[in-house]
Nanobody
Framework: QVQFVESGGGLVQAGGSLRLSCAAS????????MGWYRQAPGKQRELVAQ???????NYLDSVKGRFTISRDNAKNTVYLQMNSLKPEDTAAYYC?????????WGQGTQVLVSS
């Protein structure tokens, strides 16, 4: 059974940093692209960052230079380092397969950035 457990969110002031973690189970992440998604209230879920099996990364334009996605295949875990956070980054953050998400979604981790 595919599962994702996201953690690391919280309340932070603008300009602050957070590091999100996502532990996947039920499959191995080593051979697939993985991504971090976010969904703000009243908005559609969007792909924020994606990392290919060989480590190539892609980012949403609005987070380029501030967010860094990484992966530890041995731990079956994906990370998102978020720096210089802005109020518009406030959202629930989820991980899943990059690009074409798997049907199962975790509970997400809430990020709230105060101005």
């Amino acid at each position: 059974q595919v599962q994702f457990v996201e953690s690391g969110g919280g309340l932070v002031q603008a300009g602050g940093s957070l590091r999100l973690s996502c532990a996947a189970s039920g499959f191995r992440i080593s051979g697939i692209s993985m991504g971090w998604y976010r969904q703000a209230p009243g908005k559609q879920r969007e792909l924020v960052a994606q990392i290919a099996p060989i480590g190539i990364t892609n980012y949403l334009d609005s987070v380029k230079g501030r967010f860094t996605i990484s992966r530890d295949n041995a731990k079956n875990t994906v990370y998102l380092q978020m720096n210089s956070l802005k109020p518009e980054d406030t959202a629930a953050y989820y991980c899943n397969r990059g690009g074409v998400a798997l049907p199962s979604w975790g509970q997400g981790t809430q990020v709230l950035v105060s101005s």
